[in-house]
C-alpha cells in the first residue's frame, strides 16, 4: 500500500514538474518578445515612405529594436489617411510584435470629420509619444504681406477670393487652417492636396495664399525668399527660424498648434510588455544621437509614459472634436 503511495506521489510530481516546464516558456514570453534571429517586430506606419512620419519612426526604429534584443522593420502601410495602417493594427496579435508608429491627424483629427473603422479608447494600447513639432504658416513672396498680422488683414479685405492648401482633409495642417480661419475671422477657400509636397508648386506659384507646413520642408524656399515665414505655431521660436514670431508673439495665441507622433500597440497588450517597450522607447529617445537626427527633421522628443499618452491623446481627441464641430468638417 505504501508502495503504491509512493508511486501515485512520485507520479503526480512528475506531472506537475512538467506542466510547470511547459508553462515557463509562456510565462516569460512578454519579456523575451523576440530574441535575436527571431521573428522582427513590424513597425507600421500609416504614410508613404520619405515623409515626416516615416522619417522620424526610422531614425527610432533601430536602437530601439536593439533596446529590446530584435530587428524593427519599418512598414508602411499608406492608406486612407493613415486609417490602413490602423485597421491592421487593430487586427493583430497584442505580443509586441507589430507595433504603429501615428501622428496627430490619423488618431485624434480624421475621427471627428469622418466615420472610421476603431475606437481610439478601445482599439489600442498606448506605449509613449515620441516628438512634437510646429508648423510655419508660409506665404508666396508675390502676394505681398510680410507679418500675420498684414495677412491677416489682406483676407479680410479679399474675402472668400483666397485659400489655403493642405496635405488631405483631416490633417494637421488641415485642422490648424480652420482654428486659423475661425480665430481670425478670415474667409479663406481649404484646397487638399495628396501631401504638402503637392501642394508646393502652386503655393509657390501664388496660386494658393497660404500653407502651415512642417518647417524642414519649405526651408529652402524660405532661404530663398520665394516664401515668406509669416510665424510659427508651437509655443516658441523655432531654433531654424529665430527671427521668425511665433504666433502667440504675432498677436494670435489661440492659433498654437503642435502636431505630435506617438507609438501604439493593439489592444490587450500585457502591461509588463508595455512597461518593457516603453522603457526602451524612453531610454532610445534619450539617446543624444536619436534626438539631434530627429531635431534636424525640425521636431522635438516629447516624452510620455503609458498612462500620460493615453490621457494626452484623450485631450488631444476632444479639443479637435470641439474644433471640427465648430467648423462643421464633418463630411458624413
Known amino acids: ?57 526610422r531614425i527610432v526604429a533601430e536602437p530601439l529594436g536593439k533596446r529590446l534584443g530584435t530587428g524593427i522593420v519599418v512598414d508602411n502601410r499608406p492608406g486612407a ?39 481610439i479608447e478601445k482599439d489600442f494600447s498606448y506605449i509613449g509619444t515620441v516628438t512634437q513639432y510646429p508648423l510655419v504658416i508660409v506665404v508666396p513672396a508675390s502676394l505681398g504681406p510680410k507679418t500675420l498680422a498684414e495677412f491677416v488683414a489682406y483676407a479680410k479685405k479679399n474675402p472668400g477670393k483666397l485659400s489655403y492648401s493642405s496635405a488631405g482633409i483631416g490633417t494637421g495642417n488641415h485642422f490648424s487652417g480652420e482654428v486659423f480661419k475661425k480665430e481670425t475671422g478670415v474667409d479663406l477657400t481649404h484646397v487638399p492636396y495628396k501631401s504638402d509636397g503637392a501642394a508646393l508648386p502652386d503655393l509657390l506659384e501664388g496660386r494658393i495664399a497660404m500653407h502651415m507646413m512642417n518647417i524642414n520642408l519649405v526651408m529652402p524656399h524660405i532661404r530663398t525668399g520665394k516664401l515668406i515665414a509669416l510665424a510659427v505655431t508651437g509655443p516658441v521660436r523655432a531654433p531654424d527660424l529665430p527671427n521668425v514670431p511665433t504666433v502667440a508673439e504675432a498677436g494670435f495665441p489661440t492659433v498654437e498648434q503642435a502636431p505630435w507622433t506617438a507609438l501604439l500597440g493593439p489592444a490587450s497588450m500585457k502591461p509588463e510588455l508595455v512597461a518593457r517597450i516603453a522603457s526602451a522607447l524612453t531610454d532610445t529617445l534619450a539617446d543624444p544621437e536619436v534626438k539631434r537626427r530627429i531635431g534636424a527633421l525640425g521636431q522635438d522628443v516629447v516624452i510620455h509614459d503609458p498612462a500620460e499618452t493615453r490621457r494626452f491623446v484623450a485631450r488631444e481627441s476632444q479639443r479637435y472634436k470641439a474644433i471640427a464641430e465648430s467648423a462643421k468638417m464633418m463630411t458624413e
Request: no cysteine; charged share 15%.
Open 1 to 57: 500500500m505504501r508502495r503504491t503511495l509512493f508511486l501515485a506521489s512520485s507520479v503526480a510530481r512528475r506531472l506537475v514538474a512538467l506542466v510547470v516546464a511547459l508553462a515557463a516558456p509562456l510565462a516569460v514570453a512578454p519579456a523575451a518578445l523576440a530574441q535575436p534571429g527571431g521573428e522582427p517586430i513590424h513597425l507600421l506606419v500609416g504614410f508613404a515612405a520619405g515623409g515626416g512620419t516615416d522619417l522620424v519612426a
Open 81 to 119: 489617411g493613415g486609417v490602413v495602417a490602423m485597421e491592421e493594427l487593430r487586427r493583430s496579435r497584442p505580443d509586441g510584435r507589430t507595433l504603429l508608429f501615428s501622428a496627430t491627424g490619423t488618431l485624434v483629427m480624421l475621427p471627428h470629420i469622418q466615420r472610421v473603422p476603431f475606437d
